[in-house]
């Protein structure tokens, strides 16, 4: 039961977007995936690229992933990692595969002179919130994210 974390490389965007449609699934967003693997090849691992992504193999197969960017912090001057997602298929949930991606993730801030590692949970997600707990995390509730997207976007954008 050898857990192993890699940086993801192109020939993993089938595997990446079957654990977004997973992630989707068990979010009740199914319906809100456009991706698919020609735009995971072109929006993780093309050369205007921001993002990245590591993938949990156990014994060689691929049970999770972590999909991250840099973001920055105005008031410390300093990058942060920004996890936009993190996901463990059912049948390995418990095994410390999103732990150990977490791990990473930490290590990969450290080494990058990161002053925060950061991300967003739903509210009813409580497997989740529990892990986040277990490793010290706190939630940050006196922010609201907001989102402009798809036709609002645009509308915005042009008017």
């Given at each position: 039961m050898a857990l192993t974390?890699?940086?993801?490389?192109?020939?993993?965007?089938?595997?990446?977007?079957?654990f977004i449609r997973e992630l989707a699934i068990y979010e009740r967003a199914e319906h809100e995936?456009?991706?698919?693997v020609e735009t995971i090849e072109e929006s993780i691992f093309g050369d205007k690229s921001v993002t990245r992504a590591l993938v949990c193999?156990?014994?060689g197969k691929p049970i999770g992933m972590a999909i991250w960017f840099f973001s920055y912090s105005t008031w410390?001057?300093?990058?942060?990692?920004?996890?936009?997602?993190?996901?463990?298929?059912?049948?390995?949930?418990?095994?410390?595969?999103?732990?150990?991606l977490l791990k990473?993730?930490?290590?990969?801030?450290?080494?990058?002179?990161?002053?925060?590692?950061e991300w967003s949970v739903l509210d009813w997600n409580?497997?989740?919130?529990?892990?986040?707990?277990?490793?010290?995390?706190?939630?940050?509730?006196?922010?609201?994210?907001?989102?402009?997207?798809?036709?609002k976007l645009k509308a915005f954008a042009e008017g």
């Open positions: 974390i890699r940086e993801a490389v192109r020939s993993d965007a089938a595997t990446l977007l079957g995936v456009a991706a698919t193999e156990q014994d410390q001057a300093r990058n942060g990692l920004y996890l936009e997602d993190l996901y463990v298929t059912p049948t390995a949930r418990g095994v410390g595969a999103g732990k150990a990473r993730l930490a290590a990969i801030a450290v080494e990058n002179g990161c002053g925060r590692f409580e497997p989740a919130i529990r892990v986040y707990e277990a490793i010290s995390a706190e939630p940050m509730t006196e922010w609201i994210r907001y989102r402009l997207s798809g036709d």
